[in-house]
């Protein structure tokens, strides 16, 4: 018991992830920003019907909260749970949100190791980002004086 390898700690174990499904948000739904070949209305009574590639619509509820800066807040509501969710799922012919497809995200089941490794990367590639925007800069200003030393 407990030897090498009885344990699940960094693999996948069999999960679907939410790459594995079509995804939708709120977000992009309100803002006009869906896929290609996806199509909604908005109805007046708070719920949107949704149509995927032209062959099967999908209805889903829209509540809204109050922030606390006195803006709104739009939800879907899960057609199969009701919960309040950014986003829905299509996976398997049903529209759903994340748990209830037990869909969890692709990071959840990345070792320790790669995880570490994958943010080290991340964060080395925004520096060399950073450092482009600033020696960019930093030669514009200088060329700014230069062509105006000239005249």
């Known amino acids: 018991m407990g030897g090498r390898g009885s ?9 679907a992830t939410t790459r594995d499904a079509l995804h939708i948000n709120i977000g992009d739904l309100l803002h006009g920003r869906l896929m290609r070949n996806v199509g909604y209305l908005v109805l ?3 719920r949107v019907l949704i149509n995927f590639f032209g062959c099967r619509v999908f ?10 800066h006195g803006g709104l807040h739009r939800w879907f509501a899960c057609p199969d ?3 309040r969710c950014r986003g829905l799922y299509l996976r398997g012919g049903r529209l759903a949100c994340r748990q209830c497809h037990r869909l969890v995200y692709a990071s ?11 943010k ?12 482009e925007i600033v020696s960019g800069a930093q030669s514009g ?11």
Not at 7 to 15: A, K, L, M
Not at 120 to 131: C, D, Y
Not at 143 to 148: E, L
């Open 81 to 83: 749970c009701g919960r």
């Open 141 to 151: 200003a200088v060329s700014g004086r230069v062509s105006s030393a000239k005249k």
């Open 7 to 15: 344990g699940r700690f960094g693999q996948r174990g069999g999960r």
């Open 120 to 131: 080290g990367l991340h964060l080395e590639w925004r520096l060399a980002q950073f450092s």
């Open 44 to 46: 007046p009574d708070g």
């Open 108 to 118: 959840q089941l990345e070792s320790h190791g790669s995880r570490k490794l994958r």
């Open 59 to 68: 209805e889903a509820g829209i509540t809204i909260t109050r922030q606390g």
